[in-house]
Antibody, heavy 121, light 108 residues
């Protein structure tokens, strides 16, 4: 069965860095676009970034552009999010999710359980 | 950026009742690329509907989606106890993809 397992969250000071990982299993990882989505405490969902199946294309929300970098290693079935210059407003649960390929990218058909990132001094 | 506005913010209903949730877009959603998700507190979202009206794998037929252009609806025909949750719409037809703010369906 499809599984996505995030790791790497934690407490970091403003201006600091963190790298999130997402380990995928149960499907052919290299066939799918992948994404990071976040949810601030008690708030709604916010798309953060996506990456194409072969890493040729990426895109970012304006709120993280220039600070976050998405990448993947298809040989390791893993997705990553390098987060630099972190701010208090980046505090959230970060989910990795798979696009379902029903359209150009599609909807998110599988989600990980999330990893909490807290930015605080 | 397409803004999705969900209404109502909270829906108070009893098990067995019908729930009707609305998602209105600030511009037309390309190719009706509109999805609905259910989120139970402490859990990740779960895909219910994609392409405005197609049920995702394993989703019971009491969940249905409809609409086109700028107005979309999620209907739960008869609420089961496990359906009390927060529901989000998501448009993926235009960049950046965006989510609505959510509708909470609570037990009356």
């Amino acid at each position: 069965q499809v599984q996505l397992v995030e790791s790497g969250g934690g407490l970091v000071k403003p201006g600091g860095s963190l790298r999130l990982s997402c380990a995928a299993s149960g499907f052919t990882f290299s066939d799918y676009y992948m994404s990071w989505i976040r949810q601030a405490p008690g708030k709604g969902l916010e798309w953060v970034s996506w990456i194409s199946s072969s890493s040729s294309y990426t895109n970012y929300a304006d709120s993280v552009k220039g600070r976050f970098t998405i990448s993947r290693d298809n040989a390791k079935n893993s997705l990553y999010l390098q987060m630099n210059s972190l701010r208090a407003e980046d505090t959230a649960v970060y989910y990795c999710a798979r696009y379902d390929n029903s359209a150009y990218k599609g909807a998110f058909d599988y989600w990980g359980q999330g990893t909490l990132v807290t930015v605080s001094s | 950026e397409i803004v999705l506005t969900q209404s109502p913010g909270t829906l108070s209903l009893s098990p067995g009742e019908r729930a009707t949730l609305s998602c209105r877009a600030s511009q037309s959603v390309s190719s009706n690329y509109l999805a609905w998700y259910q989120q139970i507190p402490g859990q990740a979202p779960r895909l219910l509907i994609y392409g405005a009206s197609s049920r995702a794998t394993g989703i019971p037929d009491r969940f249905s989606g409809s609409g086109s252009g700028t107005d979309f609806t999620l209907t739960i025909s008869r609420l089961e106890p496990e359906d009390f949750a927060v529901y989000y719409c998501h448009q993926y037809g235009s960049s950046p993809e965006t989510f609505g703010q959510g509708t909470k369906v609570e037990i009356k």
